[in-house]
């Protein structure tokens, strides 16, 4: 029997602080519109504390729980996620004209977050037991079939930053398996002619990217995203005009609770809140693959970069949308964002991160 240890105190210390973090910032974000559309400035606020403590919950369960456990339902649960963003294209929610969401009830859940994490579950198990294959084509070719499925159904709905982020995540994990170059680069080449066709293929991509190259070419349409995102960081200086204080989230910056918090905390917080959000992820980052090279196995090795992956680069594209280093897509800041789905689904990662950490050399 393995023996356990405690789970990694650095990992679970950036995952509080970006949680508390987060839970005062959408307070922030969202008290003016939760004023004005429901009559009480803390309706946002009590929604994420309350998936909040269930995301801590489900951080808690996964913990605990050995996770190699997983590795035998790891196709399942990816058939069952493939299920249900299949359902969503035929009975889904739209929601600011993308269909993303499935409800039960009164409760709402995004399967492109689940799908995530199961995909992360099934390109680790598959990696740990056809290692030896990656050195031919034919190896690559289920999970790529598998990656490319996911995200033709993702697409569908449609959900560009999610399918990157995917698509990313399974290629850091890809050269974590030792995949040849060659192979590497023509995933990486098609990737790339692939993501040039989706952005030409739609106007309203198209316009994105125009705007993201010259966004005061259209100021009141394509550009206005970015441009009070700008204006948001810019007023915050070093310091911050303080926390409550923002004026973007007057109805000036679209979407400050989830996609463009970040933007909010650099005009509250200032550049050295906005650096105190980097730091954390790269710390994140840095003890995520700390646990992946010192794991007792393959799949936990995998396991863990695939999260550690999935994590960092959703936070890399969602602070390059704000800053405007990267076109806009809706893409939400890991832990700090608010929504329920992206963030049980995000601490139920750590949860699992946490566990391979207990079982580390």
């Given at each position: 029997?393995?023996?356990?240890?405690?789970?990694?105190?650095?990992i679970f210390?950036?995952?509080?602080?970006?949680?508390g973090?987060?839970?005062?910032?959408?307070?922030?974000?969202?008290?003016?519109?939760?004023?004005?559309?429901?009559?009480?400035?803390?309706?946002?606020?009590?929604?994420?504390?309350?998936?909040?403590?269930?995301?801590?919950?489900?951080?808690?369960?996964?913990?605990?729980?050995?996770?190699?456990?997983?590795?035998?339902?790891?196709?399942?649960?990816l058939?069952?996620?493939?299920?249900?963003?299949?359902?969503?294209?035929?009975?889904?929610?739209?929601?600011?004209?993308?269909?993303?969401?499935?409800?039960?009830?009164?409760?709402?859940?995004?399967?492109?977050?689940?799908?995530?994490?199961?995909?992360?579950?099934?390109?680790?198990?598959?990696?740990?037991?056809?290692?030896?294959?990656?050195?031919?084509?034919?190896?690559l070719?289920?999970?790529?079939?598998?990656?490319?499925?996911?995200?033709?159904?993702?697409?569908?709905q449609?959900?560009?930053?999610?399918?990157?982020t995917?698509?990313?995540?399974?290629?850091?994990?890809?050269?974590?398996?030792?995949?040849?170059?060659?192979?590497?680069?023509?995933?990486?080449?098609?990737?790339l002619?692939?993501?040039v066709?989706?952005?030409?293929?739609?106007?309203?991509?198209?316009?994105?990217?125009?705007?993201?190259l010259?966004?005061?070419?259209?100021?009141?349409?394509?550009?206005?995203?970015?441009?009070?995102?700008?204006?948001?960081?810019?007023?915050?200086g070093?310091?911050?005009?303080?926390i409550?204080?923002?004026?973007?989230?007057?109805?000036?910056?679209?979407?400050?609770?989830?996609?463009?918090?970040?933007?909010?905390?650099?005009?509250?917080?200032?550049?050295?809140?906005?650096?105190l959000?980097?730091?954390?992820?790269f710390?994140?980052?840095?003890?995520?693959?700390?646990?992946?090279?010192?794991?007792?196995?393959?799949?936990?090795?995998?396991?863990?970069?695939?999260?550690?992956?999935?994590?960092?680069?959703?936070?890399?594209?969602?602070?390059?949308?704000?800053?405007?280093?990267?076109?806009?897509?809706?893409?939400?800041?890991?832990?700090?964002?608010?929504?329920?789905?992206?963030?049980?689904?995000?601490?139920?990662?750590?949860?699992?991160?946490?566990?391979?950490?207990r079982?580390?050399?």
């Amino acid at each position: 029997m393995r023996k356990v240890g405690a789970p990694d105190f650095i990992i679970f210390f950036t995952m509080i602080t970006l949680l508390g973090l987060g839970v005062m910032m959408v307070f922030s974000a969202t008290s003016i519109r939760a004023y004005a559309d429901y009559g009480d400035s803390f309706y946002f606020l009590k929604k994420q504390f309350l998936w909040s403590v269930i995301g801590i919950g489900a951080m808690v369960f996964f913990m605990t729980i050995d996770y190699k456990f997983y590795k035998q339902f790891a196709q399942l649960g990816l058939l069952v996620s493939l299920g249900l963003l299949l359902a969503v294209l035929f009975m889904g929610k739209v929601v600011g004209g993308s269909q993303r969401w499935l409800g039960f009830g009164m409760l709402n859940i995004q399967p492109s977050e689940v799908v995530k994490l199961a995909m992360v579950f099934y390109m680790a198990r598959y990696l740990a037991v056809k290692q030896y294959k990656l050195d031919k084509f034919k190896g690559l070719v289920p999970p790529l079939t598998i990656l490319g499925l996911t995200c033709g159904l993702i697409l569908a709905q449609p959900d560009l930053g999610t399918a990157v982020t995917i698509a990313g995540t399974v290629m850091i994990m890809f050269v974590a398996a030792g995949i040849h170059y060659k192979y590497l680069g023509s995933l990486a080449g098609v990737g790339l002619l692939g993501v040039v066709y989706l952005i030409f293929s739609a106007p309203y991509r198209k316009e994105r990217l125009l705007a993201f190259l010259d966004p005061w070419s259209d100021p009141l349409d394509s550009g206005f995203h970015i441009i009070q995102s700008l204006y948001a960081l810019g007023s915050g200086g070093l310091f911050g005009v303080g926390i409550g204080q923002s004026r973007q989230k007057f109805f000036y910056l679209p979407e400050p609770g989830t996609d463009f918090i970040y933007a909010i905390i650099g005009e509250e917080l200032g550049f050295l809140g906005t650096m105190l959000v980097v730091a954390l992820f790269f710390l994140f980052a840095w003890r995520g693959l700390r646990i992946a090279l010192e794991a007792p196995d393959l799949f936990g090795s995998f396991l863990a970069v695939g999260i550690t992956t999935m994590v960092t680069m959703q936070a890399v594209i969602n602070i390059a949308v704000v800053t405007g280093s990267m076109p806009v897509t809706g893409i939400t800041l890991p832990f700090i964002s608010y929504g329920g789905s992206s963030l049980v689904i995000m601490l139920s990662s750590v949860g699992v991160l946490l566990n391979i950490s207990r079982y580390t050399k």
